[in-house]
């Protein structure tokens, strides 16, 4: 697995921020600061197993389980960086072109940023989101909240596979600060990781299926992935999908359970909670309650920022602002 860089030699100053983080989810945006030298203080987030798995790997951070646009900000730790990755579900090319009142509520959260920042003005924000955030037709006028509470924003696009991480998972991270801060370009490795890597070793013969019982659509999935890539390889529960080598990064993890499997020869198995928790740059120290199911582990997964990435962008803002 990926390791961490070298200590920064500025790591003693980088150490005196402190961070919050709205729509913290599973906290692999938290996990990213702290990794960066910059503890997380405070995390909200509306869903109970969210917050209850956060709180479990981050014990010291103080945790709100409620809507994030009912927070009463005045009443947060100190801290010098706001970070947020709202929800994306209305941005996702996965939820249009059809609108849904539930997507419509969902892209209303990002505002929580600029509600926050209008309260306790951070030195900096951080905001995690898709690419297609910029093409919500609120942006400009979300960007210019921002403007106007005195931040100078600059929106970067992240791939994750050039920043450590076994997945090809393209993000934008708008980073907001004060005039005249310039944070430095980031980390981009010439050399993706393979998610091969990351399988498990040895798995029970429980969790394998037959490929010849498999449904003829599956079947032809396979066939077409084994004619690219041998006998082992990957491949998504996705229509006409041309599988994954192992060689390779696999691709988005989305939230949608037992989405992606691996081929070994004539049989084949869902990916498990603990291998999509590595090709999120996750270390296999995070732990999350073992009575949970695997659709809702999947689900936090899949909706996190991966570890590296946000030790990354978090690390080039504090070096900024230290």
């Known amino acids: 697995m990926h390791e961490p860089r070298p200590a920064d030699p500025r790591a003693g100053r980088i150490m005196t921020l402190a961070a919050i983080d709205l729509f913290a989810g599973f906290g692999g945006l938290t996990l990213g600061s702290e990794q960066a030298g910059v503890p997380v203080v405070w995390a909200g987030n509306h869903w109970r197993t969210a917050v209850d798995t956060h709180a479990r790997n981050h014990p010291a951070t103080v945790h709100a389980c409620q809507d994030l646009r009912q927070v009463d900000w005045s009443t947060l730790p100190p801290f010098r960086i706001q970070l947020s990755a709202p929800a994306c579900q209305g ?43 910029l093409s919500w037709r609120l942006y400009p006028w979300w960007k210019e909240g921002l403007e106007r509470l005195g931040y100078q924003v600059d929106p970067r696009i992240v791939h994750a596979s050039r920043v450590g991480v076994a997945q090809r998972r393209k993000r934008l991270f708008v980073i907001a600060t004060r005039p005249g801060v310039k944070v430095r370009p980031l980390r981009h490795d010439a050399v993706e990781p393979a998610f091969g890597q990351h399988l498990h070793r040895r798995t029970s013969d429980a969790l394998w299926r037959p ?82 199911s695997v659709a809702d582990v999947t689900k936090g997964l899949g909706n996190a920022v991966c570890p590296p990435v946000g030790r990354e962008v978090v690390s080039a803002v504090a070096e900024a602002i230290a």
């Open 211 to 292: 490929v010849a019982a498999a449904t003829p659509s599956v079947r032809a999935r396979i066939e077409r992935g084994r004619a690219r890539h041998g006998a082992r390889f990957l491949t998504q529960h996705v229509t006409g999908h041309p599988g994954v080598g192992l060689h390779e990064p696999i691709r988005t993890i989305t939230t949608a359970s037992q989405h992606w499997n691996l081929v070994d020869g004539d049989r084949y198995r869902a990916l498990t909670s603990r291998e999509l928790a590595r090709g999120m740059g996750f270390p296999d120290t995070y732990t999350w309650d073992p009575a949970l």
């Open 91 to 133: 941005h996702s090319s996965a939820s249009q072109p059809k609108r849904r009142a539930f997507h419509d509520a969902m892209r209303g959260t990002a505002f929580a940023v600029i509600d926050c920042a209008d309260v306790t003005e951070p030195d900096a924000i951080i905001v995690e989101n898709v690419p297609s955030f």
